[in-house]
Nanobody, 124 residues
C-alpha cells in the first residue's frame, strides 16, 4: 500500500531551522514528483514546494522561497524539506504528498496520496 510518513517537526523559536523527512513506501518514488503542503489552524491548505522525479526542477511558494529547500534521496525512498530562518507564520501541520501530473504544481488536486502530517510550531 502507498504510504507517506512525515517526521522531523517540533517546537522551535523564530530564526531556528528544522529538517522534515517524508518516507515513502508502496510505490517507486522516482516515478513521481513529490510536494510539501502545510495547513495552519483555521486556514486553507497551502502548497509549499514540489520537486520533480529526479530533483532537476523545483517549484516553491513565494512565502518560503529562499528559506525552504526541498530535496530528495530516491535510493533512500525519502524526500526532505529543509526549513531555515523560521517565522511564527510558518506554524502549521506539514504534509508530503504524491503528485500525478508530469510537471510540478502546487495545486492540491494534482496530488493523490498524502501523509498524516508533522507539526511545526514556531513560537517565541
Amino acid at each position: 500500500q502507498v504510504q507517506l510518513v512525515e517526521s522531523g517537526g517540533g517546537l522551535v523559536q523564530p530564526g531556528d531551522s528544522l529538517r522534515l523527512s517524508c518516507a515513502a513506501s508502496g510505490f517507486t518514488l522516482e516515478d513521481y514528483n513529490i510536494g510539501w503542503f502545510r495547513q495552519a489552524p483555521g486556514k486553507e491548505r497551502e502548497g509549499v514546494s514540489c520537486i520533480s522525479r529526479y530533483g532537476g526542477m523545483t517549484y516553491s511558494a513565494d512565502s518560503v522561497k529562499g528559506r525552504f529547500t526541498i530535496s530528495r534521496a530516491n535510493a533512500k525512498n525519502t524526500v526532505y524539506l529543509q526549513l531555515n530562518r523560521l517565522k511564527t507564520e510558518d506554524t502549521a501541520i506539514y504534509y508530503c504528498a504524491r503528485h500525478w501530473r508530469p510537471r510540478c504544481t502546487l495545486s492540491a488536486g494534482d496530488y493523490d496520496y498524502w501523509g498524516q502530517g508533522t507539526q511545526v510550531n514556531v513560537s517565541s
